[in-house]
C-alpha cells in the first residue's frame, strides 16, 4: 500500500500534495476499475441476467456480477468507466442504482465475525448430530460396557466442541461478571460449562446420567440465534455504510492564489475557499468573489434556491448551483453551523440510548430466576437427601439445563431476521435491531417534506401552454446551464420532442440566468428581477423573448412515488400525521393539502423541529419521524424511531434507524404493520418458551427429569420459536 | 457387538468429511449470495463452461 501510494502521480500540479488528493489519485487510477453499485429494485433471475448483459455490453465493462441477496452488482471495468456510466445505463434498462464506496466495501465483503459464527456453528451441528446418535442408543437401552464406551465417545467430541464452539458464550459471560452483569451469557455458559463437567464425572464414575448432547444442542441453537442477529446487524451495517456518498470532506482552500485540497478540519478562521457549481460549502462564511445561487433545501428545507453574491453569508453544507464562490470562512469545524446541528444530534442521542429491547428485558427477570431456581433445587435436595452432595448436584444442574434459554435465545433474533428479510425485499433497511420494536409502538408520524414527501427536483408544469416557439427558445438556452431549474426544463423539453431554437452568443451570467441572440433580439431565461417581472409565489424561471412581456415557466417539485398511498396507509392504521417543513407556507399548505394533512408547520427551524418532536414525546406520543435533510437529523434522533430515504444526506442515514433503499416511500405503511405483527411474534414466542419451561421445570425439580426430556424440550421449543417466527416471511 | 468397532469410526469419519465439506464451502466464500445463487442455477448461460 505505501509503495503503490508514493509512486501515485498527483491528480493535478496546482495541488498540494495533501493526503486526501494523493489517496484520491491513487484511487482514480488502477488498471481495472472495481465499482459496485446498490440495485434496490431487483429481486429475480430475470433481474439479474437484464441487468448483468446489459453492463457487460457496455463499452469498456469487463465483467458484471449481481449479488441478489444483498441487492449489489460487482462491476470490473476499464478506469475510465465511472459509475455515473453505468447508473445511466441501468436507468435506462429499467434499475434504480445508487453508487456504493469500495473502499468501504472492502472492509465489510469477507464478514470476518459472520464466518467465524457459522465455522462455530458448523461444527456445533456436526457433534450434536454424532453425540445424538450415541445417545439415543444408550436412551433406548444399551448397558455395560457398550454404554460406557458410547458415554466416552461422547465425550471425546463434546469436550473439544464445547472448547471451540461455546467461546462466543464464554467470552460475553467473562466480560459481563467483570462489569459487575448477569447477563443472558452467564446462565449460559454457567449451563454449558456444569453439563459439561458433570456428564464428564458421570462417565469417569460410570452408570449415571449424562448431558453431553444437551450441551452441544444448547450451544447449538443458541449459535444459531446469536449467527441470526449477527447476520442481520452486519447485512444492515454494511449496506448503510456504503450507501455514504463517496464524499471526502475537504475544501478547496486558496493559499497565495493557488488552489490547495485540504481536509475541512484544518481550515481556520480567515481563510479562503474557492467552491465550485456543484459543491458544498465546508464552512459558514461570507462571499468574497462570484454570484451564484444556493441550494438550501438539506439544511433548511427551502424548496426555492437562494440568490447570493458578495457580502452575503453562507453556511455549511449548502450547495452552490451556478457559478463559482470564493468564500471567507467565518466559522469552521467547531464552530460552524454544521457542528451545531451535530451538537443537537448528540443531545438527543444520549435521550434514545434509555431504550431497553424485549430481549434485554426478557433476560433481566429471567438470568437472576434461574440461578435462584437452579441452586435452591440444590439446597432442598442437599437437605432432603441429607446431603448427598452428588445427587443434589445433578438435579440442579439438571435444572440449570432445562430452564437454559435456548428459546428465548432464538425468540428475537429469528422474527428480527424474518421480519427484515421481508422488509429488505419491499426495500427497507433496518439498521438498528430495536427499531422493529420501536416501530410497533409508534402512534404518531411526522413527515419533513422537501427531498421526503417530494423528490426535491422540481419539474416544468405544463408546457403545453405555452407556445412551441417559446418552449423552444426557452430549451435553447436552458440547454447551456446547469442550473437545476434550467436543467429540468431542457430535459422536459426533449421528452415532449420539442426542437430547441438556433440561439447564438449563448453565456450564462451566475446566480441570474443566461443569455443569448436569437433572430437579432436578446433573449433571457432567469430570475424574476433580472428579466424585469414581479416573481410569482412559486418556483419559476422567466424567459425574457426580447419582445414582449416576460413569459414565466412555473415549475412543482413533483410527490415520491408512494407518498399518497403511505400517508393513507398510516391513515388507515389509525397513526396521527404531522408534517413539519422548513418551506415557505405557501408550498407547505398545497402539499398537505393534496396529501390531506390536517396538521402542518411550515419555517419550521431544525431545533424548532427537534423541539416539536420532543414535545409530542413528552405528551406521551412515540413518533416515527421521516425526513432526509440537515435539518431534519436532530429530530430524527429526538423521535422514537426515525427512517430517512436513500438520497437523504449522510447525517441523516447515520441519525435514523431504518433506511428506504427505493424511491418509493409506500413501504413505511408496510413496515409499521410488519413491525407490530412481528412484535406480536416475538412475545409469542417467549410465551411457548415459558410454556416449555413451565411443564419441563417441575419435573426436573422433583429430581425425575432425564437427558432425553432435555433434548425433547430443547429442541421442540426451539423448532416451534422458529417455524413461529417464519410466519412473517 | 464387534460390528460397532468398524461403524462408529465410519459413522464419525462420514460426519468429518461432511463437516470438512461445510468448512471448505465456507471458506470459499459459497454463502455471500444464496438468493442469487439459487436463481443462477436455473439460467443456461454457464451451462457449458460453469463461472466461480
New interface residues.
Partial sequence: MADTFHASPSACPACVAAPAAAALAERAAPKEARLMLSLPTAHCALCMTTVEQGLAKLPGVHDARVNLTLKRVAVAADPDVTAEDLIGALDRLGYEAHELDPGALGATATDKAGREYLMRLGVAGFAMMNIMLLSVAVWSGAEGATRELFQWISAAIALPTVVFSAQPFFRNALAALRAGRLGMDVPISLAILLATALSLYETAVGGGHTYFDAAVALTFFLLAGRYLDHRTRAVARSAAEELAALEVPRATKLVDGAEAVVPIAELGLGDLVRVRPGARLPADGVVIEGASELDRSLLTGESLPVWTGPGAPVSAGEVNLTGPLTVRVTAAGRDSSLHRMAELVAVAESARNRYTSLADRAARIYAPGVHILAFATFLVWLWLSAGNLHLALNIGVAVLIITCPCALGLAVPAVVTAASGRLFRQGLLIKDGTALERMAEVDTVVFDKTGTLTLGAPEPVDLASHTAADVALAAALAASSSHPLARALAAAAAAAGVAPAAVEELHELPGYGVEGWHQGRRVRLGRADWVGVQPLAMTATYLDRGQGAPEPFAFIDHLRPGAAEAVAGLKAQGLAIRLISGDGAAAVAELAGRLGIADWTAGALPAEKAAAVAELARQGRRVLMVGDGLNDTAALTAAHVSVSPASALDAARVASDIVLLGQDLAPIAVATGVARKAVRRIKENFGVSALYNLVAVPLAMIGIATPLMAALAMSASSITVSLNALRLR | ?TV?AYL?PI??IL??I??GA??WT??A?Q??????NA??I??P?YDEHPKS
Fill in positions: 457387538m460397532l462408529i459413522s464419525l460426519g468429518g461432511g463437516l461445510f468448512l465456507l471458506n466464500n454463502y455471500d449470495d444464496p438468493q442469487g436463481s443462477r436455473l439460467r448461460d
